[in-house]
């Protein structure tokens, strides 16, 4: 009647019985229910931490697209900055360069003018010495016409 299985169900019940009377169950069950409370609010904290890190992501992706906005912006103003002073310096090295030309063309001009001017005084005094010359040596009248028709007709001639 007593024999090896009666044994082990005994001590089964007793083992069971002991569990109940010591409430091992509804510890164990708190035990349960506490970790899945723990497990459950770092769950929370977790999520709540990644809705956190993307807020923050997203900050910062539209901080560096205005960045990027920024930049392309001061580069373009740049760009035209540097255009408008290479059309400025074209034009004022342009401007300089018709002045110096004008002026160069007024220089000659007016040495022309002077040379001109020059020789016709130097023409001048030479046909005073020259009619001085003839009238000390004595020429006639009708010479002294052909030698004055002459020389006005080469003078012409001379002068162009």
């Keep these: ?5 009666f044994f082990v169900a005994v001590s089964f019940f007793t083992v069971v019985g002991l569990f109940i009377y010591l409430k091992l169950p509804s510890k164990m069950m708190q035990a349960l229910d506490e970790k899945s409370a723990e497990i459950a609010k770092q769950l ?7 809705a956190e ?8 992706e539209e901080q560096r697209k205005q960045a990027e906005a920024q930049a392309e912006q001061i580069i373009a103003d740049a760009k035209a900055s540097a255009e408008r ?5 074209r034009d004022a090295m342009q401007a300089a360069t018709e ?18 001017k020059e020789v016709r005084a130097a ?10 010359h003839l009238v000390a040596s004595g020429m006639t009248d009708e010479t002294a016409q052909k030698l004055v028709d002459n020389n006005i007709s080469e003078l012409a001639d001379r002068l162009n």
């Design 44 to 50: 929370d904290d977790a999520k709540a931490l990644r």
């Design 1 to 5: 009647m007593f024999d090896e299985s």
């Design 53 to 60: 890190a993307e807020k923050v992501l997203a900050d910062y």
């Design 99 to 116: 002045r110096r030309t004008k002026q160069a063309e007024d220089k000659i001009a007016r040495a022309q003018e002077s040379l001109e």
């Design 123 to 132: 023409i001048t005094s030479l046909a005073i010495d020259a009619a001085a």
């Design 85 to 89: 002073t290479v059309a400025e310096s």
